[in-house]
């Protein structure tokens, strides 16, 4: 049996952890601790700035599950999804947002890879820099997608480089995405969000009693129209109080970030990624108005989530409005991906695509 070398300073890894039975990562530095849970999506269920003290991902009401432990009463499309999310970061693939049917095949909701168990091995283990991959095949499509988390010395940047490649011996479809829920107590009316600009869109129909934004509203980050014909800017989070329930979409992106200050706390999260693979922007609106099942009132959180496609309807939606991916048999696409801890109190001016802030103070 190989022991970890366990090192109380510089970057540490170690994949010898159990969550409530889930096998699980934890890859930290001074700066950063990411809490991988490695048999259920590679979901990255912490990630959290060290200084501060600061989680930036969201938790669900009913947290981490262990699908092999867990029976649900009824099973759905929808549902089987929902009663193991724990909330956090997941890798979505092949099939982003609600179900629909590809290739005689049932893709639930955010089918299919974040409720599989997912292989994995440590690359790099110094006080310099640590490094993890993971890999994971699809069931119902054939696909192959790995993803490797690295993170240096000193630094706030969370290293994500991915590759998809399509195992299948004809061209197939797939939405890819990363769904980022963020949430309290970070999360609150005293974050600014900040992009680079583009074309904002709000979901083309009202799905939901607490919709405030007009359906189908097209105009540029970060001002939108409400139903009452009132502007609503979207860089300014509302508090719970709020009562919403909206999602929209960001296109057109000059460059491929964004960024979130708490500006009392003076923290914030950013994320930086290829718009050529993202070409969507989702931006889900849960401040406190999402009732009934399953949210019931309780859930005060935002998702900001690049994403290769458009809506969040699925599969068979992006590929009727043509923003679906197309592989080809035997192409791989490739896509890096940064998440960045800093510190401000006034928000951001850019970032690069390696993950450097400059904050709008200088």
Not at 51 to 79: A, C, E, M, Q, Y
Not at 234 to 243: F, I, M, Q, T, W
């Amino acid at each position: 049996m190989h022991y970890q070398l366990e090192r109380t300073h510089g970057c540490r890894i170690s994949d010898a952890w159990a969550y409530r039975g889930l096998k699980t990562a934890i890859i930290e530095n001074k700066i950063l601790r990411v809490v991988v849970l490695i048999d259920k999506g590679a979901d990255i269920y912490q990630l959290v700035h060290k200084p501060t003290d600061t989680d930036f991902l969201w938790r669900s009401p009913w947290g981490v599950r262990d699908p092999s432990k867990f029976i649900p009463t009824t099973g759905s499309p929808t549902n089987v999804w929902l009663d193991v999310y724990e909330g956090g970061w997941q890798t979505v693939l092949p099939g982003g947002g609600f179900p629909s049917v590809y290739g005689g095949a049932d893709m639930g909701l955010h089918a299919e890879v974040n409720t599989m168990p997912w292989d994995h091995a440590i690359l790099e283990d110094t006080p310099e820099r640590v490094s993890i991959k993971f890999w994971v095949r699809t069931y119902r499509t054939p696909f192959f997608f790995e993803k490797t988390l690295s993170l240096s010395s000193g630094s706030g940047v969370l290293e994500i480089d991915q590759k998809l490649t399509n195992e299948g011996e004809e061209p197939v479809h797939c939405v890819w995405g990363e769904h980022i829920a963020l949430g309290a107590p970070f999360l609150s009316d005293d974050c600014v969000i900040d992009l680079p600009g583009g074309k904002v869109m709000n979901h083309h129909e009202d799905f939901h009693p607490n919709n405030k934004l007009k359906a189908g509203f097209e105009g540029q980050w970060p001002m939108v129209e409400a139903k009452d014909g009132s502007s609503v800017d979207l860089s300014k989070v509302p508090n719970k109080d709020y009562r919403s329930y909206d999602q929209s979409y960001i296109t057109d992106m000059p460059e491929g970030w964004y960024a979130i200050t708490n500006q009392k706390l003076g923290v914030g999260f950013g994320v930086t990624f290829p718009t050529d693979v993202y070409k969507f922007l989702w931006y889900w609106q849960s401040l406190g108005g999402g009732y009934g099942h399953p949210w019931y009132g309780r859930t005060y959180n935002i998702g900001l989530e690049p994403f290769t496609s458009y809506t969040n309807e699925g599969l068979q939606a992006a590929i009727d409005n043509g923003t679906a991916l197309h592989l080809q048999p035997g192409e791989e696409v490739t896509a890096s991906v940064r998440a960045v801890a800093f510190e401000s109190s006034v928000g951001v001016e850019s970032m690069t695509p390696g993950g450097v802030v400059t904050t709008k103070d200088g």
